[in-house]
Nanobody
Framework: QVQLVESGGGLVQPGGSLRLSCQVS????????EGWFRQAPGKEREGGSC????????YYADSVKGRFTISRDNAKNTLYLQMNDLTPDDTAVYYC?????????????????RGQGTQVTVSS
């Protein structure tokens, strides 16, 4: 059974940075594609990032491109999202997903259930 535990969120000022982590169990990361997405209250999920199993391809939604970087540590079976130059529009709960395949910046058909997410709030 795939389990995902996100961490690293918090309150940050505009222009600041955060690094999110996603500890994955029940699946070996370098055998699959993985991704991140976010969802703000009352809004659709968006702001996706996706990394292929080979790590040769990384995809980003336009809203985060150039500011966010997806990566992973295969030895720790952990996925990361480095977020720089944050703005209030980045405020949301961030979720990771694993398995499936990258369809652009969206991870399609991920395995397992959504984790609890980690709250990111960008405010002065």
């Amino acid at each position: 059974q795939v389990q995902l535990v996100e961490s690293g969120g918090g309150l940050v000022q505009p222009g600041g940075s955060l690094r999110l982590s996603c500890q994955v169990s029940g699946l070996t990361l370098d055998h699959y594609d993985e991704g991140w997405f976010r969802q703000a209250p009352g809004k659709e999920r968006e702001g996706g990032s996706c990394i292929t199993r080979s790590e040769k391809k990384k995809y980003y939604a336009d809203s985060v491109k150039g500011r966010f970087t997806i990566s992973r540590d295969n030895a720790k079976n952990t996925l990361y999202l480095q977020m720089n130059d944050l703005t209030p529009d980045d405020t949301a709960v961030y979720y990771c997903a694993a398995g499936g395949y990258c369809s652009g910046s969206v991870l399609s058909q991920p395995f397992g259930s959504r984790g609890q997410g980690t709250q990111v709030t960008v405010s002065s």
